[in-house]
């Protein structure tokens, strides 16, 4: 039987402010350091660097003993491992991608053990000798057995250079207008998905034309909605691509509001309209949440990041995911969302560095 032990940290200097972790896995029976891993991951809350911390930690396994067949992880956050035991519900929206990642890496039957600080100091150690080295101070922590720990600039000071790898890009492209955009309706997924009428099908040309005057752009992937894929092919004919489909940029599933105006939905269910505009938890009648169309969000960004890493992709989604998105590279409080206004076919351009660190590049940009 091989039995493993994984000791995980994260931590942030502000919360949120610079963070990092630390992780390292254990030979369970002689105590010996099998591989470390530590990052500094930007600016992020303490929750969010203890959940990469995990992650990290399940992928040391992964890649040095995937033939354990006894783990236990052990942390000093009692939310983490009450959220992965189940114990503890996961509300905060900026979690609950980083549990579902944690948990697909997790096998059946791991053991998760709540410790004190002072029990976990090997993997805060090498958490902070991370941090320092981002932060340009000399650490006098050098970890004997570390697969690696990722040194970096502070990415809020300074040009980003080539040192830090290759950014992915992901541009995103708001579909052209439909004849449901023109009258205002709610129109999302689910409903009677309409297509481009005769500007839509202008706009999403001169976007096409746009992008191709830009050059490298190496994959096209799209909402599976009508008039994101009716774009996409604008764009996919200019630049000879092929379209993938991409579930998790398609817009909200708006439920029995549907085809209707703001009005004529407070009309009928002005109670529910109060409630869904007071909490993003809230979803209309047989529809679906604004936490939820975050959580597809970020998962789709991963997919994309790993897909097309270091390459630009093209996607061609709807207000409310790209709205997201660009939350999530802000970092920002989710009201934001109802502060941006995105033209149609306009284009959002985000990169992501390798070490996770994102950068806006623009915001609804209309290409002429």
Do not use: C
Not at 87 to 93: C, D, L, M, S, V
Not at 108 to 126: H, K, L, M, Y
Not at 175 to 185: A, D, N, P, S
Not at 301 to 325: E, N, Q, W
């Amino acid at each position: 039987m091989v039995r493993v032990i994984i000791e995980t940290d994260g931590g942030s200097r502000g919360n949120p402010g610079p963070a990092a972790y630390g992780a390292l896995i254990r030979d369970a029976d002689t105590g010996m350091i099998i591989a470390e891993r530590a990052e500094a991951i930007g600016i992020a809350t303490n929750n969010v660097a203890e959940y990469r911390g995990l992650i990290a930690g399940l992928e040391l396994v992964h890649k040095h003993t995937p033939d354990a067949d006894d783990i236990e992880v052990r942390m000093d956050s009692k939310l983490v491992i009450e959220q992965m035991a189940g114990r503890w519900k996961i509300k905060h929206p900026d979690m609950k991608p980083l549990a579902i990642e944690a948990q697909k890496l997790a096998p059946f039957g791991v053991t998760w053990t709540w410790v004190p600080r002072e029990e976990n100091s090997a993997a805060d150690a090498i958490l902070n000798a991370a941090l320092d080295e981002a932060q340009g101070k000399r650490s006098k922590i050098v970890p004997a057995h570390a697969e690696e720990i990722v040194q970096q600039k502070n990415p809020m000071t300074g040009w980003r250079g080539n040192q830090h790898g290759d950014p992915t890009t992901v541009i995103l492209l708001r579909h052209g207008v439909t004849e449901h955009t023109m009258r205002k309706l709610f129109s999302g997924t689910g409903g009677l998905d309409p297509g481009l009428n005769a500007d839509g099908e202008a706009q999403a040309a001169r976007a096409a034309a746009y992008l191709k005057r830009l050059g490298t752009v190496d994959a096209l992937v799209s909402s599976p909605l009508r008039r994101t894929r009716e774009t996409a092919g604008f764009v996919s004919s200019e630049l000879g691509l092929d379209i993938e489909i991409e579930p998790g940029i398609a817009e909200t599933a708006f439920g029995e509001w549907d085809g209707q105006t703001f009005a004529e939905v407070y009309e009928k269910w002005p109670r529910e309209m109060d409630e869904w505009l007071a909490s993003t938890s809230v979803a209309p009648p047989g529809g679906e949440h604004l936490d939820s169309v975050y959580d597809r969000a970020v998962v789709a960004r991963d997919r994309l990041l790993k897909d097309y890493a270091g390459k630009t992709v093209v996607a061609v989604s709807h207000v409310t995911p790209i709205k997201m998105l660009v939350r999530l590279a802000l970092d920002a409080p989710m009201q934001t969302i109802y502060k941006m206004e995105l033209a149609p076919a306009s284009l959002t351009t985000i990169q992501w560095w390798p070490d996770g660190t994102p950068s806006l590049r623009n915001f609804s940009v209309v290409p002429y």
